[in-house]
């Protein structure tokens, strides 16, 4: 018997799967820009998964997946940025996660000190084309 698909992922409910994880990955360290490019990457290939298990006629299944991607903005800046993101213009922004954290100093029993502050957490944005802008009702997305 011949099996579709290689590296353990076969139906487009294990790709899913498969991109819950990456997202899970990245909702912890949202710097990772591998973790990122992983997530992306997959996301853009779920239509192609979802038609080519709806049909096994390779041009019928190209179809059907441009079709969902056009339907759905997001889905359209998934792929803009899988296939194009080098050419998007992203800023980062850095900002303090919490309005009531406060520093600390720790005195250790060797009379050694540690001090922490709240840490500035990174984020990213994409500037969006004027489409999608238009459709998901801003001109920027961030991470």
């Not at 973790?35 to 998964?49: K, M, Q, R």
């Not at 540690?114 to 084309?129: A, D, G, I, M, V």
Request: hydrophobic share 40%; with cysteine; charged share 25%.
């Amino acid at each position: 018997m011949i099996e579709v698909g290689i590296f353990e992922l076969k139906t487009p409910q294990q790709l899913l799967a498969k991109l819950l994880k990456d997202y899970a990955k990245v909702r912890q360290q949202a710097d990772d820009s591998e973790g990122w490019f992983n997530f992306i990457v997959t996301a853009d290939h779920l239509p192609e998964w979802e038609a080519g298990a709806k049909s096994a006629d390779l041009k019928k299944a190209a179809k059907m997946a441009g079709e969902l991607r056009e339907s759905e903005a997001m889905l359209r800046v998934v792929h803009y940025l899988c296939i194009n993101g080098k050419h998007f213009r992203t800023w980062q922004e850095e900002r303090v996660m919490s309005t009531n954290a406060t520093s600390s100093t720790t005195i250790h029993s060797d009379g050694t000190l540690t001090h922490r502050s709240p840490k500035p957490q990174r984020e990213f944005y994409l500037e969006l084309p004027p489409e999608e802008a238009a459709d998901l009702g801003r001109m920027n997305l961030g991470a």
